[in-house]
């Protein structure tokens, strides 16, 4: 055992060292090419805070037996030689001033002499305490944690505090995360396709697994950690069923074991269909003896290679999916069949509960009605994972009503990193403010201050099991978004499933502080554009509530779509979805008062107003403008924002790596060619209903309706 231990850390310490030496030496030659994340630990460049560091940090006492703990050291000394310049010693004795100290009381007899047990108490198996203390005479700057994967993440938060120049002096930093999980969802398919995914293929090489393992899987969990995600599920919940095969859990197996130290667990998202399909049945009852016991076996297969899998995804019931409703059984009996199976090795059912089959009018209406009915029937091991809107994923929606609305059931929350809707990876988005204008959206479940966060975290209900998961498909484009923002949603995710007050903006700092530079103009002037970049989004496609899908691919605008109509609404009086008492009455499926609330058109916030009613083209907003003027001037200020986007980044020529800077330079164009397009299109259309002029002083569009609807077949093709 001991010898294992030492050649894989040997092994890791030689690659994670090799690896930063190849980033850096492309970096040097090419350019910074965003393969690092935020994850670069350049040189720092304040040569007085750099002599502050090294004298605080002149040696490193860290135990390594064992992959977490071996992971911990090579990425420490990973992250130190690269912002210090130099290698920093791993001393087997406290010799001076200035040792980082990490380990738990468990491991390390030093760390046990100073009695953390109180502060530990509250940390749980995640949480991370790092504190500067005294130790047989030396100062010392202590990570500890009630387990080794707690010190890593204490490693991740400390290493990220000298990449963004923070002052470590009298450190006392306890944290432990808000949401036990913190998933990623990945749309990956067999062919190494991606669902909505837009930045090269899939990063699972299918073909030579499990005989060689792609550095990036490494990468991949570090990138992870580094942000307290604690789960992945690999696979498209549009699911084939050849996943759970002998074949493919041996691929997969090697992924889990290079995950393991990073604390990454393995979760594979199933089709429900899959016992007739791999198992010859004629049926997928859940209630059937024979389907059963073919999941019995199937699940005993996953465990035996797999010991720590995270457990099953499903998507059932929705989109031409299979599901227990094929059997005449309701969603509870076909999750909790699943969940018994998997209960005595430790593992979750997640059971999405985006269901929907045209069985209603108004589409936003169908999770609810499904779900608040099997309140308090699902196994105490299944979890319901709702999308953040009762809709898609679209610009911006209102919460869904779900959250709160389930007292009695697990309930974790599904963001998109990935810009299904937004852009695509064309588009510059941060999407911070958004996962916050939902997580602090009051719920009023049990008065007000129930925010949505307080319920996903198991503040307001005693959830066993609770979270937050986000889509986020990163692909083998070298930068692994193809866009580089991107990487920011990604990273904003990640932080604020750990901690949910965290606040936007500081989250922005931070990203860019760690991916571009700490220079104060560099970080003034890319948060700027972070900062305005999610509302120019919403406001040159889906203004004030307004939803329409859009073209096959997301991308583009369609608002004459059939599909579209039937969410927009537009004719000859107005335009949005009637939601109030007197519509599909979708207002009262939330608590008193935002149900009064958004049922008044004088009352509901004017960024939902189209969302809940159907508005007269001539209503006087709070501007003093028409609903028609209103519209116009909200798809008029979202391209010059983005225009304005353009100029703020042309300043930074110079001022970052030239790579980056053409790259991003060149898709605000397209960005702002495709507002322009979107703009156009939608105010086009929707004046053949108003019958109005564009307001006097705006740029008239260059081409009739008819050129923008032939767009629609003749680009935005999706990859």
């Known amino acids: 055992m001991h010898i294992y231990l030492y050649l894989y850390r040997v092994v890791l310490l030689t690659g994670l060292l090799l690896g930063c030496s190849q980033a850096k030496s492309q970096s040097s030659h090419n350019g910074e090419d965003g393969y690092r994340t935020w994850l670069r630990y350049e040189l720092v460049d304040d040569q007085q805070l750099l002599h502050s560091y090294k004298n605080q940090i002149q040696q490193v006492q860290v135990t390594t037996g064992t992959p977490t703990m071996q992971v911990v050291e090579a990425e420490l000394f990973r992250g130190l030689t690269g912002l210090f310049g130099t290698t920093v010693e791993n001393s087997p004795k406290l010799n001076s001033n200035g040792t980082l100290l990490l380990g738990t009381p468990e491991n390390s007899p030093l760390i046990a002499s100073l009695d953390f047990n109180k502060k530990l108490e509250q940390l749980g198996t995640e949480g991370f305490l790092i504190e500067e203390k005294k130790l047989q005479g030396h100062q010392c700057i202590v990570i500890t944690a009630n387990t080794d994967l ?6 991740f938060h400390f290493l990220r505090l000298l990449q963004t120049h923070q002052n470590i002096n009298d450190l006392e930093i306890v944290s432990a995360p808000q949401c036990k ?3 990623a969802n990945h749309w990956d398919n067999l062919d190494r396709s991606v669902e909505r995914g837009y930045a090269g293929r899939s990063l699972w090489e299918w073909s030579t697994l499990p005989e060689y393992a792609h550095p990036r899987y490494t990468d991949f969990a570090r990138i992870s950690a580094s942000i307290g995600i604690n789960g992945v599920a690999i696979n498209n919940v ?3 069923a050849r996943f759970i095969t002998s074949q493919f859990l041996t691929k997969i197996e090697t992924l889990a074991n290079i995950f393991r130290p990073y604390g990454v667990k393995v979760y594979l998202a199933i089709n429900y269909s899959s016992p007739v ?4 049945l004629k049926t997928a009852d859940p209630l059937n003896s024979e389907v059963i016991d073919w999941w019995e076996k199937k699940t005993a297969e996953i465990y035996s290679r797999i010991p720590d899998f995270g457990g099953f995804l499903v998507k059932a019931d929705s989109e031409g999916q299979p599901g227990p409703k094929t059997y005449g059984r309701n969603h509870a009996e076909g999750a909790n069949m699943l969940a018994e199976i998997i209960k005595p090795f430790g593992g979750i059912v997640i059971w999405r509960a985006f269901v929907y089959g045209e069985r209603q009018a108004d589409r936003v209406r169908e999770a609810y009605d499904e779900f608040v009915p099997l309140d308090g029937k699902f196994a105490d091991n299944v979890v319901l994972q ?3 809107g009762p809709l898609d994923f679209m610009p911006r929606e209102p919460f869904s009503p779900l959250f709160g609305a389930l ?4 309930t974790m929350i599904e963001f998109q990193v990935t810009q299904e809707y937004l852009g695509n990876a064309n588009h510059l988005l941060y999407k911070g403010h958004m996962f916050k204008e939902t997580l602090d959206a009051d719920t009023y479940a049990k008065g007000k201050g129930t925010t949505v966060a307080k319920v996903l975290s198991g503040e307001v209900y005693d959830y066993p099991i609770s979270g937050m998961t986000a889509v986020v498909n990163p692909g083998t484009d070298r930068n692994w978004t193809r866009h580089p923002f991107v990487q920011s949603s990604w990273y904003a995710f990640g932080r604020l499933a750990w901690d949910y007050q965290l606040d936007a903006e500081q989250l922005a700092d931070e990203w860019i502080q760690q991916t571009f530079s700490n220079n104060e103009t560099v970080v003034k002037t890319i948060k700027k554009i972070m900062l305005q970049s999610d509302e120019a989004a919403v406001k040159f496609r889906e203004p004030l509530g307004l939803t329409h899908i859009g073209t096959s691919s997301h991308y583009g605008p369609a608002p004459w779509s059939n599909r579209s109509k039937r969410f927009h609404q537009a004719d000859d009086y107005g335009i949005g979805f009637n939601r109030t008492k007197n519509g599909s009455q979708a207002v009262e499926q939330y608590f008193s008062p935002l149900n009064e609330i958004y049922n008044d058109i004088d009352r509901v916030p004017e960024k939902y107003l189209l969302w809940f009613h159907h508005v007269s083209w001539s209503h006087q907003m709070k501007s003093g403008r028409t609903l028609w003027e209103e519209l116009v001037h909200k798809y008029y200020n979202g391209v010059e924002t983005v225009r304005q986007m353009q100029q703020e980044w042309n300043l930074l020529e110079g001022q970052i ?13 397209i960005q702002e060619k495709d507002a322009v397009i979107w703009r156009n299109s939608c105010v086009l259309y929707f ?15 260059e081409f009739d309706l008819n050129y923008y609807k032939q767009l629609e077949h003749r680009i935005y093709i999706s990859e």
């Open 238 to 240: 549009n699911a084939d």
């Open 181 to 183: 999980l913190r998933l």
């Open 150 to 155: 707690g010190v890593l993440y204490g490693t």
């Open 657 to 669: 790596d030239e790579q980056r800077f053409l790259h991003v330079k060149a898709l605000l164009k």
């Open 386 to 388: 709702i999308k953040n």
């Open 277 to 280: 399909t791999l198992g010859g």
């Open 407 to 410: 007292p009695h059931t697990n």
């Open 687 to 701: 004046q053949t209903f108003s019958q109005k002029p564009i307001p006097a002083g705006l740029e008239k569009p």
